[in-house]
């Protein structure tokens, strides 16, 4: 019963800055949680005041950390996939409520010649932009970042654009230009959080940008990569320390993109929003149809909003073969002439000929198309021309369009990955240590927790052994597995395992004989040894980098908690590393 107690402490992403301790005697208390010197846990409650309870009356308590509470964020906007990309410790999750996007993952970092971290991304094709404020960034390791990301493929190796900001303050754009090639270093400059990013693309060029607001922008960098037309684009956020979660919260997030937003209205009066998309142009012909599907065919009213980029430096005219069609560019009401100038006057409403408009080469200028109908067959273009600009509807690669990410209204609530098991070892016990495994032999695994100590622990005192995240590394809760080895692909190979080098192992199978693996080869997730069961403990300790250690006793001094593992001794971690403690008749009653 108590991988029940596990998989429900590792599935509850519920840890927020309001804590909430309970006592032996069923009191309660919600505010502010501390873990304090002479074994205390003190809880300051929203009046200020302050109680101090001796750790042996503490029946569970929660404590502020790296971790969100992901209750009131639901499924990321339509259209928007999250995923992890290289090998993570944690596997990641994300959320979003109206414009902010929550992120959380536990992860390497971005660069080297691979990357580890989680991806919110949309597919982009040709120049686009994408604006992200990124409003905090929080867990262990002060070097973990957030940002805006290009990015060739989704393996780890792909080249890739970033520019990011650090939890330390620090923002900077980093780059690949080649696949499998170690990054140059990247030059940083000072940020505070919350804080603005930018970056652009220019067919190979891509320019980063920060601001702490929004308008003024302050260049990163420029650099080149050749990468494909068609990639990806999104926000990354990767933890620095494979040991340890990191959260970021990103809002108000925007790309511009090829087209135009196209608004439909089931009024002519523009009152009525019907639906509103992105269109690759303005040129329609509807033959007594509806412009959308389920619009009315007759007495309604659309309006197209962008920018357009035109490829000459000199005067331009905008044309119409709409009859009833006003344009604005960069707020000013500019004149249309039609396209075919033997159409009727009787129709040309609100089109006379146009002022010749001066416009630059390169540059973007935001517009507004309006265009009203009441009945019959309705065509609409909208186009220009120049000296050097035949007269033509102005093409997609000339248009461009923001497009915000937003949560629906009214979606359901996301649902959050229930966590898995992370690299480490589980031992018999019940305790789960992050960790990266050194070597396993007949003597036993040997491995590092927080990356700093190393322990042997003989093989009969073992459960599990996890080297990377697999799509069914779930399959390692179920206390009734048989002895055998999770593989990369998910396959489950049950049979006897053998040791010989300390990288190296054996697994004998009924259906397949005898098959060697490699501990560093991505063939193998996992080795099962057994059965765990609890027993030994009082307390069930629940860290920042996904440790859930059965301890006999707890001592709480300045800056360390000794935390008393029964098969393992004494541990010594930070403090703000324990984010939750449970006594374990509470983790009994909860796996009942």
Not at 214 to 238: E, F, H, P, R
Request: include cysteine.
């Amino acid at each position: 019963m108590w991988m029940l107690c596990v998989a429900a402490v590792l599935a509850g992403l519920c840890l927020n800055v309001a804590a909430v301790v309970t006592t032996l005697d069923g009191k309660q208390y919600d505010g502010e949680a501390f873990l304090e010197p002479g074994d205390i846990v003190s809880v300051v409650l929203r009046d200020s005041s302050k109680h101090s309870i001796p750790l042996d009356q503490v029946k569970s308590a929660t404590f502020a950390s790296g971790l969100m509470s992901t209750a009131s964020f639901g499924q990321i906007a339509e259209g928007w996939t999250n995923t992890d990309v290289g090998d993570v410790t944690i596997s990641g999750i994300a959320g979003q409520s109206n414009s902010l996007f929550a992120v959380q993952v536990g992860s390497g970092d971005i660069g080297d010649r691979s990357d580890s971290f989680h991806y919110v991304h949309v597919p982009a094709s040709g120049d686009v932009d994408i604006v992200a404020r990124v409003v905090s960034i929080s867990g262990a390791d002060r070097l973990a970042r957030a940002g805006v990301m290009f990015r060739d493929s989704l393996r780890p190796e792909a080249k890739f654009a970033f520019a990011s900001i650090s939890a330390n303050g620090e923002a900077a754009l980093q780059h690949r230009a080649d696949t499998g090639k170690a990054p140059p270093s990247a030059g940083s400059v000072p940020a505070t959080l919350p804080s603005w990013l930018k970056l652009s693309r220019r067919e190979k060029n891509f320019t980063a940008f920060h601001s702490v607001d929004g308008k003024d922008w302050q260049q990163l960098g420029l650099i080149s990569i050749t990468m494909k037309d068609n990639c990806y684009v999104g926000l990354a956020v990767a933890s620095h320390s494979a040991l340890s979660f990191c959260s970021a919260l990103i809002g108000d997030v925007t790309r511009t993109v090829r087209g135009v937003r196209g608004e439909y209205f089931a009024d002519t009066n523009f009152g009525q929003l019907f639906t509103n998309r992105v269109e690759p142009m303005i040129s329609f012909f509807w033959d007594g149809t509806p412009p959308v599907e389920g619009a009315p065919a007759n007495n309604y009213s659309a309006r197209w909003t962008g920018e357009f980029e035109p490829k000459f430096s000199e005067n331009h005219s905008f044309h119409a073969d709409a009859g009833d069609a006003r344009l604005w560019i960069d707020g000013e009401e500019v004149g249309l002439s039609m396209f075919r100038p033997n159409t009727p006057a009787g129709r040309q409403t609100n089109v006379a000929n146009s002022a010749a408009v001066s416009l630059k080469a390169g540059s973007r200028y935001p517009f507004r198309f309006e265009f009203r109908h009441t009945s019959g067959r309705a065509s609409v273009r909208f186009g220009w021309s120049s000296q050097s600009q035949s007269k033509e509807p102005i093409q997609p690669k000339r248009l461009f369009c923001r497009v915000e990410a937003r949560a629906q209204p009214g979606q359901r609530r996301a649902v959050t990955n229930a966590w898995t098991m992370g690299r480490g070892i589980l031992l018999r016990n019940g305790t789960f240590l992050s960790g990266a495994i050194r070597s396993i032999s007949a003597d036993g695994v040997k491995f590092a927790h927080r990356g700093e100590k190393e322990y042997t622990v003989p093989l009969h005192q073992v459960a599990r052994a996890v080297f990377r995240i697999s799509p069914r590394n779930v399959l390692l809760g179920n206390p009734e597995l048989a002895q055998g080895a999770l593989l990369g692909n998910g396959d489950f190979i049950e049979g006897r395992l053998q040791f010989g080098r300390d990288r190296d192992v054996k697994v004998s199978s009924v259906l397949l004989g005898l098959k060697g693996y490699n501990l560093d080869s991505s063939d193998l997730a996992a080795l099962v040894f057994g059965s765990p069961s609890a027993g030994g403990a009082r307390y069930e300790v629940r860290m920042a980098d996904n440790s859930i250690v059965m301890a006999k006793t707890i001592s709480v001094a300045q800056e360390q908690v000794e935390i008393v593992e029964p098969l393992l001794g004494a541990l010594q971690v930070p403090r703000d590393a324990v984010t939750e403690i449970r006594g374990i008749e509470q983790r009994a009653a909860t796996s009942k």
